[in-house]
């Protein structure tokens, strides 16, 4: 399984944008990167996933450059809802195969 | 997506005590479903992987016969945590693999050991 590499934690304030890139430098030719972000006490809740180059979804854009070798979920104009830990994930996107959790990003919001 | 949901969100038992935990898919059916245990401030440990109507995959270090893990239907797998001490307290999420493979989990259940 692919490691992955996340900076511990991030500050940023309300408004901002925020990229956090996660390093996965022997991803599989088949694996997917996947993010979740997780608030105390919940569950993980998927954010989104992508292959290669650009993928964007109503909450997030994921960049994926051309070696897959890094990736980076970026946030538009946070807010202080957004505190919570990031989690970036590689692995096969196929039936059966559980996600393996690194240590994730704690990203702190503030007004 | 899928959604999951897991109960009881919060159970206290004693020592020595045997405690269930449920996880359902509500909308989605599901093959295979995977539990994962986090201590406070720590990252999601995979525990085992539950498939229906066979037996669970544990992860190494995790004893099988301590956590055990039914999934008797396509919508419901079940942790049960047997003689429960103290150091078995933790936050238990479960997780189910919905459409496209994405993989969806429950609000998690807190287990304390008294």
């Known amino acids: 399984l692919a490691k992955t590499t996340q900076p511990v934690s991030m500050d940023s304030y309300e408004g901002q944008e925020v990229n956090i890139t996660c390093s996965h430098n022997?991803?599989?030719?088949?694996?997917?990167i996947t993010w979740y972000q997780q608030f105390p006490s919940q569950g993980p809740r998927f954010i989104i996933q992508?292959?290669?180059t650009k993928v964007t979804n109503e909450v997030a854009s994921l960049f994926i450059p051309a070696d897959r070798k890094s990736s980076t979920l970026s946030l538009p104009r946070v807010s202080l809802s957004d505190t919570a830990v990031y989690y970036c994930?590689?692995?096969?996107?196929?039936?059966?195969?559980?996600?393996?959790f690194g240590k994730g990003t704690t990203l702190s919001v503030s007004s | 997506g899928a959604v999951v949901s897991q109960h009881p969100s919060r159970v206290i038992c004693k020592s020595g005590t045997s405690v269930k935990i449920e996880c359902r898919s509500l909308?989605?059916?599901?093959?295979?479903m995977f539990w994962y245990r986090q201590f406070p401030k720590q990252s999601l440990m995979l525990m085992a992987t539950?498939?229906?109507?066979?037996?669970?995959?544990?992860e190494q270090g995790v004893e099988k016969d301590k956590f055990l893990i039914n999934h008797a239907s396509l919508t419901l797998s079940t942790l049960t945590v047997t003689s429960a001490h103290p150091e078995d307290s933790s936050f238990y999420i479960c997780?189910?693999?919905?459409?496209?493979?994405?993989?969806?989990f429950g609000e998690g259940s807190w287990l304390t050991v008294v």
């Open positions: 997780s189910v693999q919905g459409i496209g493979n994405t993989i969806y």
């Open positions: 022997n991803i599989a030719t088949n694996d997917y």
């Open positions: 992508g292959y290669k």
């Open positions: 994930l590689v692995g096969l996107n196929q039936a059966g195969t559980a996600l393996i």
């Open positions: 909308d989605f059916q599901a093959t295979t």
């Open positions: 539950s498939n229906e109507g066979s037996k669970a995959t544990y």
